[in-house]
């Protein structure tokens, strides 16, 4: 079963940069579908961006040209770069992995907390 553990959160001011890391453990991540995810206080979970094993992305309006987000299949591990950073990009972002070996997953992690001040 994969396990996914993210890094990288803190508080930064507006208009910095944050890169964030999900590392995997359990499973080998290569073939999965990977997303990050946020959730603001008092809102519903929402998708920032999510890449497919064949390295095609996608990202919510409200991040594209600012998020991007990677993988190093060789570290099983996948990142989001968060560039130009907003006071309501504030949430707990959280990694995801949907594969199906060797048997299908939906995999979350802990999930790490960005605060942007104005």
């Known amino acids: 079963q994969v396990q996914l553990v993210e890094s990288g959160g803190g508080l930064v001011q507006a208009g910095g940069s944050l890169k964030l890391s999900c590392a995997a453990s359990?499973?080998?991540?290569?073939?999965?579908?990977m997303a990050w995810f946020r959730q603001a206080p008092g809102k519903q979970r929402e998708l920032v961006a999510t890449?497919?094993?064949?390295?095609?992305?996608n990202y919510a309006d409200y991040v594209k040209g600012r998020f991007t987000i990677s993988r190093d299949n060789a570290l099983n591990t996948v990142y989001l770069q968060m560039n130009s950073l907003k006071p309501e990009d504030t949430a707990v972002y959280y990694c995801n992995a949907q594969g199906v070996w060797p048997s299908p997953y939906d995999a979350w992690g802990q999930g790490t907390q960005v605060t942007v001040s104005s």
């Open positions: 890449m497919g094993h064949g390295g095609n992305t």
């Open positions: 359990g499973s080998f991540i290569t073939f999965a579908t």
